[in-house]
């Protein structure tokens, strides 16, 4: 069984740009869950979504925003990055949304 | 308020050296108690659910334990490729997770 993915696995960014970051949940999971997570901050709950419909949503600015589509693939959006959204963006799946299984992240860098 | 929280912050041992990690709960309507280990720069690898008091699971060197207020992570005989990270994290009644911060452990060979 294929696990998460996610893509890109690496970006780089400029202060005041947007980034778009997409996640494919293992083939049945429902949920797909997104964090954040910087050196000595642990995870981050940015929000989860559970068929197409935002079920939970974590402390972010609204500048973090995302989606489900009807396959269960989720896209994350920052819009106006800001040097502290550097960061490790993780997403994981779930069939109901407690056992979650985690893909490999994105690393994005905002110069 | 539900939260997690994990103990020691870091732990150094010897290889073969024994010891436990800590994980305190308080959570109303756990659905859960999950297990993770994080390698630096990567995703957290799924290793155990528990979900009732008393339950236990091991897997290799590892054995997880679940009170009503508390987790434990028992690492028997470790080994150098044991070091990563270890995070717990108790599902709470709305299906989020509560995360604990994590326990860094490092194992010298």
């Known amino acids: 069984k294929a696990g998460v993915t996610q893509t890109p696995r690496y970006l780089i960014k400029t202060r005041g740009q947007q980034v778009t970051l997409s996640c494919s949940p293992i083939?049945?999971?429902?949920?797909v869950s997104w964090y954040q997570q910087t050196p000595g901050q642990g995870l981050q709950f940015l929000f989860e979504?559970?068929?197409?419909?935002?079920?939970n949503k974590g402390n972010f600015p609204g500048r973090f925003s995302g989606r489900q589509f009807s396959n269960s693939r989720s896209e994350m959006n920052v819009s106006t990055l800001e040097l502290g959204d550097s960061a490790l963006y993780l997403c994981?799946?779930?069939?109901?949304?407690?056992?979650?299984?985690f893909g490999p992240g994105t690393r994005l860098t905002v110069t | 308020e539900d939260q997690v929280t994990q103990s020691p912050e870091a732990l150094r041992l010897q290889e073969g050296e024994s010891s436990s990690l800590n994980c305190s709960y308080t959570?109303?309507?756990?659905?859960?108690l999950f297990w993770y280990r994080q390698d630096p720069g990567k995703g957290p690898e799924f290793l155990f659910t528990?979900?009732?008091?008393?339950e236990e699971k091991e897997k290799e060197r590892l054995k997880a334990t679940l009170t009503k207020k508390e987790s434990f992570l028992h690492i028997t005989a470790p080994k150098p490729e044991d070091s990563a990270t270890y995070l717990c994290?108790?599902?709470?009644?709305?299906?989020?997770?509560?995360w604990g911060a994590g326990t860094k452990l490092i194992i010298k060979p």
């Open positions: 994981a799946s779930s069939i109901q949304g407690i056992e979650q299984y």
């Open positions: 994290a108790a599902g709470g009644s709305n299906y989020q997770l509560i």
């Open positions: 979504y559970f068929s197409e419909t935002q079920r």
């Open positions: 083939s049945g999971h429902r949920s």
């Open positions: 528990l979900y009732s008091a008393g």
């Open positions: 959570v109303s309507g756990l659905r859960g």
